[in-house]
């Protein structure tokens, strides 16, 4: 099946600091990407649509400035938290879509720690 | 009111016994997927199943759906210790085939 990456896996930074979150599909193109979030023992929240080549698409409540979203190749999106303050922290979830529109491929997951 | 809902919240079992969990959902839809999550992970895309679809079998799992109720439901047979993590439901949200509303989990735990 394919492949989705994340990186890093687990990340602590200090409060007012950026932290940037990669997520890659590795084995196919996708024009389409999702960012979600996930608090402890909580289900997702999905936060925006990466669309390569476009702006973001983000979801009622999230702040564009607050998360931003660059989805520069076909292969890759980022999302960069800036000036992360500790309600920041949680565990973020990217997925990608493949061929079939139905189906997404999830990355592992990173862990954001802010102190 | 929040789309797909998942019941029991946690469910704990022996391995070998059956794992049944419900879905809700509020909506009308065109497909309903299930999702299994282990314990600080990503997302493993069990099974989707289609509005005109009633029952999809997929290995040990079996799916139910039914639009009358607006619910669904995750049958586990034969359950193994390695079944254990949190399932999610997911449904298509606002128009879209692909932006998903997850529901809260249930969090299964088989007990070796």
């Known amino acids: 099946g394919a492949v989705v990456s994340q990186h890093p896996s687990r990340v602590i930074c200090k409060s007012g600091t950026s932290v940037k979150i990669e997520c890659r599909s590795l084995d196919f193109q996708a024009t389409t990407m999702f960012w979600y979030r996930q608090f402890p023992k909580k289900s997702l929240m999905l936060m925006a649509t990466?669309?390569?080549?476009?702006?973001?698409?983000?979801e009622q409540g999230v702040e564009k400035d607050k998360f931003l979203i660059n989805h520069a190749s076909l292969t890759l999106s980022t999302l960069t938290v800036t000036s992360a303050h500790p309600e920041d922290s949680s565990f973020y979830i990217c997925?990608?879509?493949?061929?079939?529109?139905?189906?997404?491929?999830f990355g592992p997951g990173t862990r954001l720690t802010v102190t | 009111s929040q789309q797909g809902e998942e019941d029991p919240q946690a469910l704990s079992i022996q391995e070998g016994e059956n794992a049944t969990m419900n879905c809700s959902y509020k909506t009308s839809i065109n497909n309903l997927q299930w999702y299994r999550q282990n314990s600080g992970r990503g997302l493993v895309h069990l099974i989707l199943?289609?509005?005109?679809?009633r029952e999809k079998h997929s290995g040990r799992l079996r799916v139910t759906l039914d639009t009358s109720k607006k619910s669904s439901s995750l049958l586990i047979t034969a359950s193994r210790a390695a079944d254990t993590a949190s399932y999610f439901c997911?449904?298509?949200?606002?128009?879209?085939?692909?932006?998903?509303?997850f529901g809260k989990g249930t969090l299964l735990t088989v007990n070796p």
């Open positions: 990466s669309n390569e080549g476009s702006k973001a698409t983000y």
């Open positions: 997911a449904t298509p949200r606002g128009g879209s085939n692909y932006k998903l509303t």
């Open positions: 997925s990608a879509i493949d061929r079939d529109p139905y189906e997404q491929y």
């Open positions: 199943i289609r509005s005109n679809e």
